[in-house]
């Protein structure tokens, strides 16, 4: 699959800019999926076990509402929200951390693709081969400034993406372990 410029909806691009972010995606999928609301979805690592089966658990209703999710699909609990959101018919955006220069969609993204219930998509050009900490950090920044709402299931304390939340999703719904969060320190 070869990749193609992804339009961003006009609010989006202004909120990417604003954010410091690129507007300018490239992709392969549906990029219809990119029109708001959309769902942001990422976690620490660690995740206990618990945590992934709650969250596992709303997939299907998310699936009915016709929620779209956008994440980069990386941590163990994010694959496993993926794997479920599309065996049921669900849509999704995934993105990259680096270019998709070599890029091969597995096989359980693949019928997704060709159905238009899936778009991975990245900011990164094509030379940037290898997902660092940088741009994992970068994909977290371009997805929370992506998404209108965003779902942090587990976060470890004192973690990068702990201090990502707190700087980057100002004015969002942000719902830290499925509630939504009420404190000031973002825990």
Aim: proline residues 9%; glycine residues 10%; charged residues 20%.
């Amino acid at each position: 699959m070869e990749p193609a410029p992804v339009p961003l909806p006009s609010s989006l691009g202004t909120q990417c800019a604003s954010a410091g972010l690129s507007a300018a995606l490239s992709g392969v999928g549906n990029a219809a999926l990119l029109h708001p609301p959309l769902l942001g979805l990422c976690c620490s690592r660690g995740c206990p076990g618990g945590v992934i089966i709650d969250t596992i658990e709303q997939v299907p209703g998310w699936v009915v509402q016709g929620r779209v999710l956008v994440s980069g699909f990386h941590a163990p609990l994010e694959q496993q929200v993926l794997r479920s959101l599309l065996r049921r018919g669900g849509c999704a955006v995934k993105l990259l951390a680096r270019g998709m220069a070599d890029y091969r969609p597995p096989p359980e993204e693949r019928e997704p693709l060709a159905a238009g219930r899936l778009l991975v998509a990245t900011a990164f050009p094509a030379e940037v081969r290898r997902i660092t900490r940088k741009t994992a950090l970068a994909r977290n920044r371009q997805m929370i400034a992506l998404a209108t709402e965003l779902l942090v299931p587990f976060v470890a304390e004192g973690s990068p993406l702990a201090a990502l939340v707190e700087q980057a999703a100002p004015g969002k719904s942000v719902y830290l372990g499925g509630v939504a969060a009420a404190d000031d320190d973002g825990r």
